[in-house]
């Protein structure tokens, strides 16, 4: 089982900051690997795959990047309903797994 | 506009079964892999399972966590999926979601989930 490790568990950042939110796996994923952003009470919301793909109505803010076992996921500038919990997933190999989430809050 | 909605969750005594349903509209859903992932009480998501679309024969795929007690099979002509959960543990207890899936090279992630429907097991 490839394991997905989230670093850190918990963002503070600024509105108009910029946030880097990291994403390793136990081992290579290529760029198989999605982003959900998941907000309290709700479902999670798809944001990027392919590694850096955004998905649809998602805003330029976002984006992705990595390849193999290291990925990132940037939000260049913090907006107000930006502030969730973040996974990664990858699905190059069954199981597919979730990292443990980054929760990006209000400094 | 793709929905999916679930449905089916409650309070249940540990071994005994449910089986959760969830609805699918606004997509064509016998082309598509449909999965269900949950999430336990302030934890972080969990794949559970999913099943693929006809074309590649409804084939199914499980977590080592359910695997022979949990059953995903889908209804193409009433755009439903099920989750029949059976010898339900406490470690079960969680919000459930169901979600279309999209391949993608080798795997696959998923673009349109539900709101989720909770189930509690019981000791």
């Known amino acids: 089982e490839i394991v997905m490790t989230q670093s850190p568990a918990t963002l503070s950042v600024s509105p108009g900051e910029r946030a880097a939110l990291s994403c390793r796996a136990s081992?290579?994923?290529?760029?198989?690997l999605a982003w959900y952003q998941q907000k309290p009470g709700q479902a999670p919301r798809l944001l990027i795959y392919?590694?850096?793909t955004r998905a649809t109505g998602i805003p330029a803010r976002f984006s992705g990047s990595g390849s193999g076992t290291e990925f990132t996921l940037t939000i260049s500038s913090l907006q107000s309903e930006d502030f969730a919990v973040y996974y990664c997933?990858?699905?190059?190999?069954?199981?597919?797994?979730f990292g443990g989430g980054t929760k990006v809050e209000s400094k | 506009e793709v929905q999916v909605v679930e449905s089916g969750g409650g309070l249940v005594q540990s071994g005994r079964s449910l089986r959760l349903s969830c609805t699918a509209s606004g997509f064509t859903f016998g082309d598509y892999a449909m999965s269900w992932v949950r999430q336990a009480p302030g934890k972080g998501l969990e794949w559970v399972g999913l099943?693929?679309?006809?074309?590649?024969?409804?084939?199914?795929e499980y977590a080592a966590s359910v695997k022979g007690r949990f059953t995903i099979s889908t209804d193409d002509s009433e755009s439903i999926a099920y989750l029949q959960m059976n010898s339900l543990k406490t470690e079960d207890t969680a919000v459930y979601y169901c979600s279309r899936a999209l391949a993608d090279i080798i795997g696959y992630y998923f673009d349109s989930w539900g709101q989720g429907t909770l189930v509690t097991v019981s000791s």
């Open positions: 099943i693929r679309n006809k074309a590649y024969r409804k084939t199914t």
């Open positions: 081992q290579s994923v290529s760029s198989v």
């Open positions: 997933q990858q699905y190059n190999s069954w199981p597919l797994t």
């Open positions: 392919g590694a850096s």
